[in-house]
DNA sequence: ATAAATGCAAATCTTTTGCCATCTC
DNA sequence: GAGATGGCAAAAGATTTGCATTTAT
């Protein structure tokens, strides 16, 4: 996934368009491709300022309408990082997110075989596990202790 | 857990309130009971409504204004279904979630050991876990099989 | 008595919708 | 050219905030 270009990407979700009967439109490449240069889970107002540098007559709510039809032709994968508002993810492939609860940076956590040990309810056909690890990123942790060591 | 009434509970939070300082209103009785009492990880205004028939008097404000309240103190838990709005859980156990996608049913996953192997980012301090397992209940998987196979 | 909590309503933020103009195929 | 898509603005929904009043400790 790393070792694909942008070019790439932007080859494959033209591709993938048109599998799903998706216009390969001006604005949907400049969404996609603000989506797909970046690993930061960008929420939707993020994209739209990114990507009004370079179209600035695209609207949010084309920002929206998109990430919806993307997310439901399965372009695009939402991530929920704890009460937060909508946070996109380009990358499809199966990874899980280490949350930092101070600073809110999401990084990606490759996927290293997680999932439950024990028995799932009878029946149940699992697609895939969301998996966020939440604590504190080795800045935010420094800082904290010394907080702690305040309070006893 | 699951042995623990109710009043087992309203005693724990009424301990933890005062461990906190929080005062032990009416309202936040009947807030807390609410939640303690379902395992179906309402929304904020689910809640309200079924507090309501009891305190008509009781605003929504004040079910917001408690919610975060109590998620600071560590009194409750928020529950991520993605895309949903602010779903709750006063189950502080580690547990995850069976989702399902289909009819959106939340079951609780008694917590089984599922943590990554590999590596984490040096110096990332896990405080935990949030798993959502996604896919399909029985009930709605042997709906979408027939469904399915109209596809191909 | 004092500080915290409530109710209410307004404000803010996020997301969806409707409709006409425009673009892709 | 037909149907899908975009822009814009209004609407709907979710959450937060401010402030005067009430309540818990």
Redesign the pocket.
């Known amino acids: 996934m790393d070792r694909q270009t942008i070019e790439d990407r932007m080859q494959t979700f033209r591709r993938r368009?048109?599998e799903k009967?998706?216009?390969?439109?001006?604005?949907?490449q400049v969404i996609y491709r603000a989506l797909a240069s970046t690993n930061t889970h960008p929420?939707?107002?993020a994209i739209y300022d990114k990507v009004k540098k370079q179209?600035p007559?695209?609207?949010?709510?084309?920002i929206?309408?998109?990430?919806?039809?993307f997310t439901e032709a399965g372009l695009l994968q939402e991530v929920n990082l704890l009460?937060e508002?909508?946070r996109l993810d380009a990358n499809l492939e199966s990874h899980h997110h280490l949350v930092c609860v101070e600073c809110k940076s999401v990084t990606d956590l490759p996927e290293q075989e997680i999932r439950p040990r024990g028995e799932l309810p009878a029946g149940f056909e699992v697609q895939r596990y969301n998996v966020e690890v939440l604590g504190l990123c080795s800045n935010c942790s420094s800082k904290s202790k010394t907080k702690r060591s305040n309070h006893g």
Chains 1, 2 share one sequence.
Do not use: V
């Open positions: 368009c048109a009967g998706l216009a390969y439109t001006h604005q949907r929420t939707p107002e179209m007559s695209l609207s949010l709510g084309t929206y309408k998109n990430i919806r039809t009460h508002s909508l």
